[in-house]
C-alpha cells in the first residue's frame, strides 16, 4: 500500500516506524568492493572496507580472495608483495607464502624442514581471511573473518540486481565503473536520494537548472526496514514513464529504476561502500531492459552511447566531478559545525527532501547513527582539499587500480609518440622533396631560369606531406588532452553554462 505525504510539515517519516527491529549490523553485510574485469590477477591490490586494510588476490583456482593487508609475521602489508606462479600469496619482506585459505605453506628461513612444519602449524602464521564471492561481475567481500563469519556470510544474500540474473536478450548491461570518492558513505547515499538536484547540478547534461528545476512529490513505495532499507517514486513523472522509483536496499545499493509505458525499463545500479572516514568506493553501472516491441531505452545522457569501456570511465568524471566538489564540502561543513543532529543542521522545506531525511532517520534511529570503523582507525574526517588538481584526481581514484584505463592510457601514448614520429618523418619528406627540385635545377639551368621556378607552386607531394604532418602533429596535441583525462578532470559550475 502506498502511503503519499502531502503537507510539508509531515516530511519527517513517523518516528513510530523506527522501532523493535534490531540495530542494522554493518559488519554482517556483503559489500561490493571491486569490478572484477578490471582487476590485474597477475598482482595484489590493496583495498579498504569500513576501516579495515585489505588485500584482494587470485588464487591457484582463479578465485579472488580478501586478506587482512599484514603479514602475521611483521605486519608489512601483503599487497606489496607478489601472487607466485603455483597461486600462493608471497609477502615480499621474507618470503612467507600463503594458500587460499590463508594457512602459511612456506617459510624459507626456518632452521629445517620440521622446525617448518612446526611454524607453519601454529595458528599464529597464518593470515586472516575474509569471505568473498563473485557475483554480475563483482567481488563481494564480508568484513568479518573466521568460522563463525563464514558461516554467517553464506545465509545472507548480497544486493544483487534481479534483472541481471534474468540471462534474457531484453536485458542490455552497460560497462561498470568503479570510483573512490572523497567524502563519506551517507553523503553519497544523501546525493542519490535527491532527484530534485539533477538538472541543476548536471545542467546541460541531464536537463536544465533554469527550465526543469520543478515541484514534484516523493510518494513512500516502502515502508522503512532495519534491514531491508525503504523506497520512493516521484510524482509527476514524464508522459512517457509509467513510475520512477528509488529504493535504497543497504548497506551498499540504490537502485534507481524507470519504468515505461511501452514496457522498457532503465535501471541506475548505484553501490557504494565505506572505505575510511571521508571516503567511499562507488561501483556503478546501467541496465536498459527492452520494450514489448523490442526497442532499447534511452540511458543516461550519452553514457549510454556505444563507446569503449575506457572511454565510459574517463568520460564519467564529466558527470561525478559535478557533484564531488559539493559533497566534499558539505561533510566538512556539517561536521565543523559540531552537531550530531542532522535535521537541525538544515532546512528542508520541500516534499523533494523526504527521502534524503528518511536516510538520515534511518541512519540515526536504525544503524547505530553512522559507520563503525574497525578499532584504530582514526574517525576524524581528513580536512578539506583546497587544491582542485588533488580534488579532482582520477589517477589514484580510478586509473591506478583499472587494468582496462592502464591498457588504453599505454595504447593512447603510444600512438602518441607515433604520430609525432609521423609527424616529423612527413616535415622531413617534404624538405626533402623541396631541397632535391632547387638541386636538380641548380644543376641543369642558369641562376635566371632557377629564379623563375622559384615561383612554381611546390608539387602535390610536398603539400601532401605537410598537410599530412600538420595532421599527425595535431593528433598527438589532442591524444596528449586525451590522456590527461586518466590523471585529472577539473570542473567549475561558474564555467557551465
Not at 92 to 116: L, M, N
Not at 287 to 296: C, D, H, P, R
Amino acid at each position: 500500500m502506498v502511503t503519499q505525504i502531502s503537507q510539508p510539515e509531515k516530511i519527517s517519516p513517523d518516528t513510530q516506524l523506527f522501532t523493535e527491529e534490531a540495530t542494522f549490523q554493518w559488519t554482517k553485510q556483503w559489500y561490493p568492493i571491486a569490478v572484477i574485469e578490471f582487476l590485474d590477477p597477475s598482482r595484489p591490490h590493496p583495498v579498504q572496507l569500513l576501516g579495515k586494510e585489505l588485500v584482494l588476490w587470485r588464487d591457484r583456482n582463479n578465485q579472488w580472495r580478501c586478506f587482512e593487508d599484514r603479514c602475521p609475521h611483521r605486519l608489512v602489508p601483503l599487497s606489496e608483495g607478489r601472487v607466485e606462479a603455483d597461486g600462493t600469496l608471497l609477502c615480499a619482506y621474507h618470503a612467507w607464502r600463503f594458500d587460499e585459505t590463508g594457512k602459511c605453506v612456506s617459510i624459507p628461513q626456518s632452521k629445517d624442514k620440521d622446525t617448518e612444519n612446526q611454524h607453519l602449524n601454529n595458528p599464529r602464521s597464518c593470515a586472516i581471511a575474509y569471505p568473498t564471492q563473485e557475483q554480475q561481475g563483482l567481488l563481494w567481500v564480508w568484513p568479518e573473518s573466521g568460522d563463525q563469519a563464514e558461516q554467517e556470510s553464506q545465509s545472507r544474500k548480497p544486493r544483487l540486481i534481479p534483472e541481471l540474473e534474468e540471462k534474457s536478450d531484453k536485458v542490455v548491461k552497460l560497462f561498470w565503473y568503479v570510483r573512490d570518492m572523497p567524502f563519506g558513505w551517507d553523503y553519497f547515499m544523501e546525493n542519490v536520494c535527491d532527484p530534485a538536484h539533477v538538472p541543476v547540478s548536471h545542467h546541460g547534461m541531464m536537463g536544465s537548472r533554469y527550465k526543469d528545476a520543478k515541484y514534484y512529490n516523493m510518494i513512500r513505495e516502502r515502508e522503512i526496514s532495519t534491514q531491508n532499507g525503504f523506497a520512493f517514486s516521484l510524482e509527476p513523472v514524464a508522459p512517457t514513464i509509467e513510475k520512477a522509483v528509488h529504493d535504497f536496499q543497504p548497506p551498499c545499493l540504490m537502485k534507481i529504476s524507470s519504468s515505461f509505458k511501452d514496457g522498457a525499463k532503465f535501471i541506475l545500479a548505484l553501490y557504494v561502500s565505506p572505505t575510511r572516514p571521508g571516503w567511499c568506493r562507488h561501483i556503478g553501472c546501467q541496465i536498459l531492459v527492452k520494450s514489448n516491441e523490442g526497442k532499447t531505452p534511452k540511458g543516461l545522457a550519452f553514457f549510454a552511447l556505444p563507446m569503449p569501456t575506457w572511454l565510459g570511465h574517463i568520460l564519467a568524471s564529466s558527470f561525478l566531478h559535478q557533484d564531488l566538489v559539493f559533497l566534499h564540502y558539505q561533510e566538512k561543513i556539517i561536521a565543523r559545525q559540531g552537531t550530531q543532529n542532522w535535521l537541525s543542521a538544515v532546512y528542508t522545506p520541500n516534499p523533494q527532501d523526504k527521502m534524503v531525511i528518511t536516510l538520515r532517520k534511518w541512519l540515526e534511529k536504525r544503524a547505530g547513527g553512522g559507520i563503525p570503523w574497525a578499532e584504530g582507525t582514526n574517525p576524524e574526517l581528513p580536512p578539506p582539499q583546497r587544491d582542485k588538481q588533488q580534488l579532482f584526481d582520477v589517477w589514484s581514484t580510478h586509473t591506478q587500480h583499472c587494468r582496462v584505463c592502464q591498457d588504453a592510457l599505454k595504447n593512447i601514448n603510444r600512438t602518441r609518440l607515433f604520430a609525432y614520429i609521423g609527424a616529423g618523418v612527413c616535415l622531413l619528406f617534404a624538405v626533402i622533396l623541396d631541397a632535391r627540385m632547387v638541386a636538380m635545377t641548380l644543376g641543369s639551368q642558369s641562376l635566371k631560369e632557377v629564379g623563375s621556378w622559384l615561383m612554381i607552386p611546390p608539387s602535390g607531394a610536398f603539400w601532401g606531406a605537410i598537410v599530412g604532418a600538420i595532421i599527425l602533429a595535431l593528433g598527438g596535441y589532442y591524444l596528449k588532452k586525451l590522456s590527461r583525462l586518466f590523471y585529472v578532470y577539473e570542473f567549475g559550475h561558474s564555467q557551465n553554462d
